[in-house]
């Protein structure tokens, strides 16, 4: 089979796929083309709404794709922007804030490991367990009028960042969305090409399988669920220190069940996820573009929209997806 | 002393204890290279657990194991794995939607200079097993998508791929169709040619006497004898296992057919991929005989029976149950009509295996007094008739209010026995009603059905085990491709005339 067969066949496949991302393309090049300022900085925006999402999503696959489902994800966002940020306001470092963002959605991620592996609690209430914990923790420590130590600069990259459109868009950001755009595809390379990926796919699938090969489904599901937390909370990271450059009260707002949402709408995979992330990000940046265009319609109903377009488009195309079949069993040894 | 370095595994003394069980009482077992060595016992006789126990799944409580002279300590699937010790389960361990390859190299991965996966050099490797022992098998094939005859070589292919020299086998053909079965011999002897030995754990006495080397039997977790097949016979390994005097031929007396029961007219079905799977069937069952439909799996036995019992709706043709027409009538009004339904996989379509034997006992009648009342349950009643059910039908079971899933293969079947023929039965289904079942169950099994058929009930048995259809029908239908091809006689015709149509050779031909 040659190169050119290969893409038709691929685009046959991908039929829906193709037709939306060609829609898209088509409404993004004429919009840019009767208001080139606006479409920028929606298109900016569409990126940096995704970026939490897309980090939120890539936890969820994670763990999923080692049988463990994590519903707790809002909650290690959450404890992650509230420790992010209080070491941005106290010790003022950026990138230590950063660190500890990542570890602190480590140890959610190996608090939620411990209860569904080690002792099989229902991975349901053991992720509601996070959330409750999450915003209560952050919640009483959370002080008023605390100035935060600012937020992660933009980086241009160089000479990509004069492309029109693209290096606005693409090359014009902060650090933590960089990182998003590279683990969406680092991950997918690890997932679906290394030795990690095959091991972890197969404990979520067939754990019992894994383990007559003599893999340790136990510790590959700790490891998975103590990495995702990891990107979790670099999801956390991203909304106080990146985002908003401090902390509120349940700051996530629900981003971490969106992020959910998008993982199922992209098949748990992190292609698809990203593609899911991107166009809640599209939708939601368009939503405030209305609201601030003066349309008369109450704003609640214009707030609606992203969650309603992503749902209508991704349920009505994407066809039947179809979970790790492990999910939310926990394994048990024999003898 | 030649005949002692032969001996490749040496199992002595192996003791295995669960909970109010002894497992393994003091197994010894000796194993040469090159041979199929049976281990013949009834379902809980203790197999399994002492092939875990082989394959470092459990630790035996007392006992040693040597391999190739040596003591060695298997404490995980590593340790056997690395010891040459190789296992195909029962249930086999193939991750559905990965490929072929990535089975195979699951737990030994190669890996490409860069780190990832090596698919090509593993695919290649796979090529090279196939050829060697001819076991033929696409390397880049979805698992989910071959039949289970091939999932079955790849999971030997995985053993061979990883060098193992003992292969355990734990039931291997429970699953597979006789022509699958015989595939399968042909590959045990291709490896054992090439030195490796075989471990064949099975309950199947023909099977036992065609192909193994050695047989072991075992009951109650205690090895009863061992022999070889030119010493014994199938009537004599029956009662090693079993315990007692076992029949192997069902004693039938003359059918006497009455009425026209079930009418089926030119029937037409389809699966969820639109291919037809029934292609114009027609037949009649009366009552009082057992129309046994023959044919190798997949031939559109299973829709014909889910269009029968209105699980699936017909394309075409018409069903007619006693006068009526039932061809787009609902479960519940066939049910009601008098129709018992012996599904084939009694796990899926039979059971709630979360329900307990007593709410199983009652899923086709609790809706009606006096088990349920004003749209309210009735426990009380349902456990009294479950308690009698148990009596009546020998199920054995702790309570009537044990979990069903937690009960042997046999148990189970005599659940969905006891619930389907507790009511006067007009027509009974049975979808291979003995699969996967020792002998002492599969007796059972088949005295009911001819009890149903004494009582009067038509009986319509699908079955791809050719003894048993030849065994128990009156009158037997051959299906080939969704067709019927032949309704013969059972008593003027054969094993071989059935098995010749069931694999699709015509009449004219076969006379030819």
């Known amino acids: 089979m040659n190169a050119s067969t290969r893409i038709v066949e691929f685009l046959k496949k991908r039929r829906v796929l193709t037709i939306l991302s060609a829609i898209i393309v088509i409404a993004i090049a004429w919009s840019y083309n009767n208001n080139p300022v606006v479409t920028q900085a929606v298109l900016a925006s569409a990126l940096r709404h995704s970026t939490p999402i897309v980090l939120g999503a890539l936890c969820g696959l994670i763990c999923e794709r080692s049988g463990i489902v994590n519903i707790g994800i809002e909650g290690q966002m959450l404890i992650a922007a509230f420790t992010s940020f209080l070491v941005s306001a106290f010790v003022g470092n950026l990138l230590l804030a950063v660190l500890v963002g990542i570890l602190t959605g480590m140890i959610a991620g190996l608090l939620l490991a411990f209860m569904s592996v080690t002792l099989k609690v229902d991975q349901i209430i053991g992720g509601t367990v996070i959330n409750i914990l999450a915003l209560g923790i952050t919640g009483f420590f959370y002080q008023q009028g605390l100035a935060g130590g600012g937020k992660l600069p933009i980086i241009p990259l160089g000479p990509l960042a004069d492309i029109p459109l693209l290096g606005r868009v693409l090359f014009t950001n902060p650090p933590i969305t960089y990182s998003a755009l590279i683990l969406v595809f680092l991950v997918h390379f690890m997932l679906f090409h290394t030795r990690w990926g095959l091991r972890t796919r197969s404990v979520g699938e067939h754990p019992r399988a894994a383990d007559t090969v003599g893999i340790n489904v136990f510790l590959t599901r700790y490891i998975n669920v103590i990495i995702a937390g990891g990107i979790g909370g670099l999801a956390g990271a991203f909304l106080s220190i990146e985002s908003v450059g401090s902390f509120e009260r349940a700051m996530t707002n629900g981003r971490g069940f969106v992020a959910l949402a998008v993982m199922i709408f992209g098949k748990w995979t992190p292609l698809g996820a990203w593609g899911a992330g991107l166009l809640f990000g599209l939708t939601s940046a368009i939503q405030t573009q209305i609201q601030f265009g003066g349309i008369t319609i109450p704003h609640q109903f214009v707030g609606m929209l992203p969650y309603i377009i992503t749902i209508v488009v991704l349920a009505g195309f994407v066809g039947r997806s179809r979970p790790p079949a492990a999910e939310g069993v926990p394994y048990e040894k024999e003898g | ?512």
């Open chain 2, 1 to 512: 002393m030649a005949k002692e370095n032969n001996v490749v595994l040496e199992v002595r003394n192996i003791t295995k204890r669960f909970p109010g069980v002894l497992a393994n009482d003091d197994i010894d077992l000796k194993l040469n290279r090159g041979e199929i060595h049976a281990i013949l016992g009834e379902n809980g006789a203790g197999k399994t657990t002492l092939m875990n126990v082989l394959y470092g799944l459990y630790q035996p409580d007392e006992g040693e194991i040597f391999i190739q002279g040596k003591k060695v300590a298997i404490h995980s699937p590593n340790d056997a794995i690395n010891a040459g010790v190789g296992m195909v389960h029962q249930h086999f361990m193939l991750v559905p939607v990965f490929t072929v390859t990535e089975n195979v190299m699951l737990g030994k991965e190669v890996l490409t200079p860069i780190s990832t996966l090596d698919k090509g050099k593993v695919a290649d490797e796979i090529r090279a097993i196939s050829q060697q022992y001819q076991l033929s098998v696409d390397p880049d094939a979805l698992i989910e998508e071959l039949p289970v005859g091939v999932q079955q070589r790849v999971e030997i292919i995985k053993l061979l791929y990883r060098q193992a020299s003992i292969l355990i086998l734990d039931e291997p053909t429970a699953v597979l169709t006789p022509q699958e079965a015989d595939e399968l011999f042909k590959i045990m002897h291709s490896l054992t040619g090439r030195g490796k030995s075989i471990i064949f754990i099975t309950h199947k006495l023909k099977e036992v006497l065609k192909i193994a080397d050695h047989v072991t039997v075992i009951r109650q977790g205690k090895v009863v004898g061992t022999t070889t097949p030119d010493k014994t016979n199938e009537s004599q390994l029956a009662s090693m296992m079993v315990g007692r005097d076992v029949l192997l031929n069902v004693k039938k007396g003359i059918s006497k057919p009455g009425d026209v029961v079930l009418q089926v007219n030119n029937l037409r079905v389809v699966d969820s991929r639109a291919h037809t799977q029934v292609d114009g069937v027609s037949l009649d069952v009366h009552a009082g005989e057992i129309l046994g439909i023959a044919g190798v799996q997949g031939n559109g036995q299973t829709e014909l029976v889910e269009a029968l019992t209105g699980l699936k709706q017909p394309v075409g043709g018409r069903i007619t149950l006693l006068g009526e027409d039932v061809t787009k009538a609902n479960p519940r009004r066939i049910t009601e009509l008098g129709t018992a339904h012996i599904p084939e996989d009694r796990q899926r379509d039979g059971l709630v295996l979360p329900y307990t034997v007593a709410n199983n006992l009652v899923l086709n009648t609790y809706y009606r007094q006096p088990f349920s009342k004003g749209g309210v349950l009735r426990h009380d009643a349902i456990l009294q008739m479950a308690r009698k059910e148990i009596r009546d039908f020998d199920i054995r079971t702790p309570s009537a209010s044990t979990i069903a899933g937690s009960l042997s293969g046999g148990n189970q079947q005599k659940v969905i026995v006891a619930r389907e023929l507790s009511r006067t039965v007009k027509l009974l289904i049975a979808s291979q009603p003995t699969r996967g079942l020792d002998v002492g169950s599969i007796e059972y099994i088949h005295k009911r059905l001819i009890e149903s058929r004494d009582a009067g009930a038509a009986v319509l048995l699908v079955s791809s085990e050719l003894d048993e259809i030849m065994q128990l029908s009156d009158r037997i239908a051959v299906m080939f491709r969704g067709k019927i091809v032949d309704i013969l006689d059972a008593k003027s015709t054969n094993r071989r005339e059935v098995g010749l149509l069931m694999a699709g050779v015509a009449r004219e031909k076969q006379a030819a």
